[in-house]
C-alpha cells in the first residue's frame, strides 16, 4: 500500500483534533477564570488541584499506549478508540463545566473529580489519535503535512471556540441564565460538536503502517523507551513549550479583565474587554495556524531542529518585550501577539512530526515498534507542561495577592503581566536550550526509513 495520503484523509484527520482543541482551549483560557470567578475555588487551590490531577492524567498516557499498541481489531489498532471514548467525551466536558450547588469544600471536591474523569476520557481518545500519525503512513514528508492538517484542523477548533464562546455567553445570560448555566450549556454546544467530529474521523482514515512482527512485552517496551535518548530530549523541550502556551493561555483573561479592562477603540468605540480578550484569543489561534503552514515549507529549507530552535527563541524574545506595554497600548498588544503566534505555530507540527521520527528510530535500534507508548509520551510531555503551567497560574495569582472579581493591588498587575510574558519567555529559551543536543535530523531520518522500509519487505 502506499505512504501516499489522499487528500480526504489528511482532512480526516485533522477533524479529530478539532475536537480536542475545542475543549483544549476551553480548558487552558476559561477553565481556571471558570473556577475562580464562577464556582468561586481559591486559585491556589485551582492550582494544586491541577497539579494533583494532571500528574495523574499523566502518568496515564503511558498506560493508554501500552492498551492501545496491544489492541488490534479488524479496523485497526488505534483507529476504533475513536468511535468508542466520543460520546464519554462529550457526557464529561458538559460535566466539568457544571457548578453543583454544594459549599465550598463540596464545589472543590467535585471539581476534583469532575475533572480527573474529564482527562482519562480525553487520554482514552486522544492517544490513539496522536498515534495514528505514525501509522497512517511512514513517509516521513507526508507525516509533517499530516502534521500540518492536524494543526490547520486544531486551530480552526480552537478559534471557532475562541471567536464563539463570548457571545455564547452573552447570549445565555441574555436569556436570564447566570454565569455558571450559561458555562454548561455552551460547553453543551461544543461537546456535541467533538463526539461528531471524531466520529468522521474515525470513518475518514486508514491505517497502514505493519511494524516487524516481533513479540514484545510491556517491560521490553517501556526498557526501549527509557533507553531512547532522543525520546527525553523531546519529552523536555515538550513540556518546555506547553509551559511556555500553558502559561498565556492561562493569563489572557486575567491580563484583560484586570489589566487592560475596556477599551475605547478608533473605529470600533468602546469594546468590553471580555470580546477584546476573545479576539485576542482568536487572533493568537489564527497567527498559530498561520505559523502551522509555515511549518513544512521552513522546515523543509532549515531542518526540523534548527526551526524549532529559532522559533521558539524569537517567541521568548517578542514575549519578553510584552511586559513593558502599556494597557491602552491595544494596537500594540494585538501586534506582539501575531509575531509570537506565528513563531509559536510554527513548532507545534514539529514536535508530532519529530516523535513519528523518535518511533521509527527506536523500531530502527531495536526492531520493536512501540508507536502508541512513543506518542502517548508526546501526549504526556503536553499534560505535564499543561499541568505546571496551570499549577504555576494558580500559585502565581495567589502568590501575588490575586483576589477574584475585586480591584486588583499594583502587586496582582504585576504577577498577572509576568504571567503573559516573562515567565513563557523563560520556557520559551528553554525549550530551544534542550534541543541543541537532538540528533534526528532530517538526512539521517531519511536513511533510517530506507532501511526499515527494507527490513519490512
Known amino acids: 500500500m502506499t505512504n501516499?495520503?489522499?487528500?480526504?484523509?489528511?482532512?480526516?484527520?485533522?477533524?479529530?483534533?478539532?475536537?480536542?482543541?475545542?475543549?483544549?482551549?476551553?480548558?487552558?483560557?476559561?477553565?481556571?477564570?471558570?473556577?475562580?470567578?464562577?464556582?468561586?475555588?481559591?486559585?491556589?487551590?485551582?492550582?494544586?488541584?491541577?497539579?494533583?490531577?494532571?500528574?495523574?492524567?499523566?502518568?496515564?498516557?503511558?498506560?493508554?499506549?501500552?492498551?492501545?499498541?496491544?489492541?488490534?481489531?479488524?479496523?485497526?489498532?488505534?483507529?476504533?478508540?475513536?468511535?468508542?471514548?466520543?460520546?464519554?467525551?462529550?457526557?464529561?466536558?458538559?460535566?466539568?463545566?457544571?457548578?453543583?450547588?454544594?459549599?465550598?469544600?463540596?464545589?472543590?471536591?467535585?471539581?476534583?473529580?469532575?475533572?480527573?474523569?474529564?482527562?482519562?476520557?480525553?487520554?482514552?481518545?486522544?492517544?490513539?489519535?496522536?498515534?495514528?500519525?505514525?501509522?497512517?503512513?511512514?513517509?516521513?514528508?507526508?507525516?509533517?503535512?499530516?502534521?500540518?492538517?492536524?494543526?490547520?484542523?486544531?486551530?480552526?477548533?480552537?478559534?471557532?471556540?475562541?471567536?464563539?464562546?463570548?457571545?455564547?455567553?452573552?447570549?445565555?445570560?441574555?436569556?436570564?441564565?447566570?454565569d455558571s448555566q450559561s458555562y454548561q450549556y455552551t460547553v453543551g454546544i461544543y461537546s456535541i460538536l467533538a463526539a461528531l467530529f471524531f466520529i468522521m474521523t474515525y470513518k475518514w482514515i486508514t491505517e497502514r503502517v505493519k511494524p516487524l512482527i516481533v513479540k514484545s512485552t510491556i517491560k521490553n517496551d517501556l526498557k526501549d523507551l527509557v533507553k531512547n535518548g532522543q525520546w527525553f530530549i523531546m519529552l523536555c523541550a515538550g513540556i518546555a513549550v506547553l509551559i511556555f502556551n500553558s502559561l498565556r493561555d492561562g493569563s489572557i483573561m486575567y491580563y484583560f479583565k484586570y489589566f487592560v479592562k475596556d477599551q475605547k477603540l478608533l473605529y470600533f468605540g468602546e469594546v468590553a474587554w471580555d470580546k477584546l480578550a476573545g479576539a485576542y484569543m482568536t487572533i493568537w489561534l489564527i497567527t498559530n495556524l498561520i505559523g502551522v503552514l509555515l511549518a513544512k515549507p521552513v522546515s523543509a529549507k532549515f531542518g526540523k531542529k534548527n526551526t524549532f530552535m529559532g522559533a521558539m527563541i524569537l517567541a521568548a524574545i517578542f514575549s519578553v518585550v510584552f511586559y513593558w506595554v502599556h494597557p491602552n497600548d491595544v494596537e500594540l498588544i494585538f501586534g506582539l501577539n501575531i509575531i509570537i503566534g506565528i513563531t509559536a505555530g510554527i513548532v507545534l507540527p514539529l514536535i508530532w512530526s519529530m516523535y513519528a521520527d523518535i518511533a521509527d528510530y527506536s523500531e530502527w535500534q531495536t526492531g520493536r515498534r512501540a508507536t502508541g507508548l512513543v506518542f502517548s509520551s508526546s501526549s504526556m510531555s503536553q499534560k505535564m507542561g499543561w499541568t505546571l503551567g496551570g499549577a504555576i497560574t494558580g500559585w502565581l495569582l495567589a502568590g501575588y495577592g490575586f483576589e477574584a472579581n475585586s480591584v486588583q493591588t499594583e502587586e496582582s498587575l504585576k504577577g498577572i503581566r509576568l504571567m503573559i510574558s516573562i515567565y513563557p519567555a523563560i520556557g520559551a529559551f528553554l525549550s530551544a536550550g534542550i534541543l541543541i543536543i537532538y540528533k534526528l535530523n532530517d538526512s539521517f531520518m531519511d536513511n533510517i526509513i530506507a532501511d526499515l522500509v527494507n527490513r519490512r519487505n
Open 4 to 178: 501516499k495520503l489522499l487528500l480526504k484523509e489528511k482532512i480526516g484527520y485533522s477533524f479529530g483534533d478539532f475536537a480536542s482543541s475545542m475543549f483544549w482551549k476551553l480548558f487552558s483560557m476559561f477553565l481556571m477564570i471558570y473556577y475562580t470567578d464562577v464556582v468561586e475555588l481559591s486559585p491556589a487551590s485551582v492550582g494544586t488541584m491541577f497539579l494533583l490531577t494532571r500528574l495523574w492524567d499523566g502518568l496515564n498516557d503511558p498506560i493508554m499506549g501500552v492498551i492501545a499498541d496491544r489492541t488490534s481489531t479488524s479496523k485497526g489498532k488505534f483507529r476504533p478508540y475513536l468511535l468508542w471514548v466520543a460520546i464519554p467525551f462529550a457526557i464529561m466536558g458538559v460535566l466539568t463545566f457544571t457548578t453543583p450547588n454544594f459549599g465550598s469544600s463540596g464545589k472543590l471536591i467535585y471539581a476534583y473529580i469532575t475533572y480527573t474523569l474529564m482527562m482519562i476520557v480525553y487520554t482514552a481518545i486522544n492517544v490513539p489519535y496522536s498515534s495514528l500519525m505514525g501509522v497512517m503512513t511512514s513517509d516521513t514528508k507526508e507525516r509533517t503535512s499530516l502534521a500540518s492538517f492536524r494543526f490547520i484542523g486544531a486551530y480552526s477548533g480552537g478559534i471557532f471556540m475562541t471567536a464563539t464562546v463570548p457571545y455564547l455567553l452573552d447570549y445565555y445570560r441574555n436569556l436570564g441564565f447566570d
